[in-house]
């Protein structure tokens, strides 16, 4: 699931939340144009929601994003 939010108020459509529901990974996109709290505020809306107690954030700067990511195993019963 890419994060693509530029603003400090967190999306709570349906999409959006179904599809941070089956993510296996989190990627907070754009990261390095965020504002300064606005990171904050993403992780405190994923923990209240408890999509990070078995999900990865990372955070993705100018583009760069570790390849590698996408070998971690997948969470068990994520949708395939």
Known sequence: MLV???T???????VFNEQLTVADIIVASKADQYQTTELDQLEAYLQQKGWLTDR???TSRAG???VGLLDQPRRAGSVT
């Open 64 to 66: 760069d994003l570790a």
């Open 56 to 58: 990865q954030l990372v």
């Open 8 to 14: 400090s108020v967190i999306p709570s459509t349906s």
């Open 4 to 6: 693509k939010s530029r």
